[in-house]
């Protein structure tokens, strides 16, 4: 019974070990300085990019990608702005917008 005991105290313990040295588990320093990954996705800083296992586009913020329909439906954003829909305006970053042309 002792032998038992010991035997799981060293499993638990080489599992411990394992884990503590995973780099999936490393945690990334709290800094920003955004990357954009080749995923098109953008990554406080290069070691969540490397986490992640992805490669480097570059450094900043990866372009926003919207993916809006055709449609003419045009709205006058709150900056003056007429765009073709919805969609197309709040992909701009403009969210307060009117029915119709400006």
Known sequence: MDITVVVCALSLMSVTVRSLSDPQ???CPDDLFPVCGEDNKTYRNECELEKAGVDIAHEGECARV?????NLRPVCGENGIT??????AECEGVM??????C
């Open 25 to 27: 588990r490393d945690p």
């Open 66 to 70: 919207c993916k809006c329909p055709k």
């Open 83 to 88: 765009y073709n829909n919805e969609c197309l």
């Open 96 to 101: 307060q917008y009117e029915n119709g042309p």
